[in-house]
């Protein structure tokens, strides 16, 4: 297991990867900044990580959503007594997070649920704010004084042409727009490192999904398979297909936007 430091100014970058990660392109980034960090990596590199805890001691821990490269290691930081911050719906999900597919398992390691009680975390300068859509109670991390933002998994890149089973296409556009209005400077992507020119690396993400989410729609109207609207639309299936068992993938982001668009067609909903 790997942990790479990278500094820029006051944000420490952590990255992390492990041995299958690396061989697939896979690592994540926590960052240290005002002393809090932000996110806690995965499962798989819990004991470099406690190693590097006891080093660092954060004053405080922030995560940004359950999904287990993020919160993963979540009862180390509460067993070390390292006050948490997290949205209660996130603090639920590291409580019980459920079975994982195999593939998450392999890549980043199985979460011990959250079991030892937390002394909550919260923070004058860094504030969560909501932005969910990649998952349902994603946040990212705002430090309004210094225009700078830690994105957790909102960007991860303009075209991500594949969606995992509990995303919602057209509400992580929204929550992009929302983070850009915030106008910020800097942007730290858990999976990209810091984004450039970050209002306008959101705002075309955003578009790119609406085109999309157009694109996908209209065919879905014209009474098109998933299968054959993800080929048209979004292109053959990438590697994340084939390592996620078809869970990743391009046929679930067009599923996706099927079932949110059912969802919130519901009259009086
Ligand atoms: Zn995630």
């Known amino acids: ?40 990596g995965f499962p798989l590199v819990t004991r470099a990580l406690g190693r590097y805890l006891t080093r660092a001691r954060p004053d405080g821990i922030l995560i940004t959503h359950h999904h287990e490269d993020h919160g993963g290691n979540a009862e180390l930081a509460a067993r070390m007594g390292i006050p948490i911050g997290a ?37 004058d300068a860094l504030r969560l704010v909501s932005t969910p859509g990649h998952a349902p109670d994603h946040h990212i ?34 929550s992009l727009r929302h983070a850009a209005a915030l106008r910020p400077r800097r942007f730290f992507d858990a999976h990209r490192g810091p984004v450039r020119e970050p209002v306008s690396a959101l705002l075309a993400k955003a578009e790119w999904l609406d085109d999309t989410i157009g694109a996908i729609e209209h065919r879905i109207a014209e009474g098109w398979s998933d299968r054959a609207i993800a080929r048209a639309v979004l ?35």
């Not at 942990?3 to 690592?27: E, F, K, N, P």
């Not at 719906?89 to 890549?107: D, N, S, V, Y």
């Not at 909102?154 to 992580?172: Q, S, T, W, Y």
């Not at 990438?238 to 982001?253: D, E, F, H, I, K």
């Open 235 to 269: 292109g053959r299936e990438a590697l994340t297909y084939y390592v996620s068992r078809g869970a990743m993938s391009r046929v679930t982001l067009v599923a996706r936007v099927r079932d949110e668009g059912r969802l919130t067609s519901v009259p009086g909903a």
């Open 87 to 123: 949205s209660d719906a996130t603090l639920a999900l590291l409580q019980e997070p459920g079975r994982l597919p195999f593939h998450r398992r392999f890549i980043w390691g199985n979460p011990t649920p959250l079991h030892t009680p937390i002394t909550r975390f919260a923070s």
């Open 1 to 40: 297991m790997t942990l790479r430091i990278q500094s820029h100014g006051d944000v420490t970058q952590v990255l992390m990867s492990s041995a299958v990660g690396r061989s697939i392109g896979y690592d994540v980034s926590a960052y240290l900044v005002r002393g809090v960090l932000v996110d806690l």
């Open 141 to 174: 991390v705002w430090d309004a004084e210094r225009e700078t933002i830690f994105g957790g998994d909102l960007f991860l890149g303009v075209k991500v042409r594949a969606a995992h089973p509990d995303e919602r296409p057209r509400e992580l556009a929204r």
